[in-house]
């Protein structure tokens, strides 16, 4: 059987390690364990200045990982004092790799910062700074950890059929959708926050606000290698997923 191959977006960050201090692709190691886990192969995809065309044609779906808050400028806003760490270089190039992959009409999974990036391209547009609209900061309860929210997902949907009705989900973010041309809502915090939304002209072209990489249920990721529709071997982890030790927003 040959699995499938899972494109995930990456960072590119100054880090230390071993003996060097130096800019660095990067990704939280859960991303590729759960891609692993659902039978799939993972690649890495830092960010650059061109090839997103070739690149797309080489897997068989495209997950735009959590990161950074996306430039204001995308949708036409101005700068809230807590919008911070833009990465223009990786806003355009997952743009990019989210028009070759509706080009190649290969699934797609947003996460986090992945689901706002694929709304902003659709025409729509953030809240800047959640807390504002919802009074709390239960989604992002600190630096390098995680809040825990419980979400209900709509009747019909993907989601719903890949993670259920209910379930309480990771998270760490201070900005949210608020408009979304051409997607449907199909999960809700309890606050009303939108945690999922679907675009019913595609087979499989969705994103979810929480963090499914962390954790033991790899629903949408057996949904997304499904719908590549290769044949997939899944694999248990060879080591515990665990919350990390910095900010994944």
Sequence with gaps: ????????????????FGAWDTTTDLLHANYARSVEAAGAVAVLLPPQSAGAAEVVGRLDALIIAGGADIDPARYGAMRH?????????????????????EAARIPVLGICRGMQLMAVRAGGRLEQHLPDVVGHGEHAPAPGAFGWTPIRTTAGSTVRRLVGDEVQVTCHHHQAVADHPGFEVTARAADGTIEAIEDPERPFWMAVQWHPEYGDDHGLFRGLVAATGADAVPTALTESVAPPTAACR
Excluded: F, K
């Excluded at 059987?1 to 230390?16: D, F, L, N, W």
């Design 1 to 16: 059987m040959t699995r499938p191959v899972i494109g995930i977006s990456s960072y590119r960050e100054q880090a230390r």
């Design 81 to 101: 004092p807590m919008t911070q760490h833009n990465r223009l270089d990786r806003d355009a190039w997952e743009w990019a790799l989210l028009d070759a992959a």
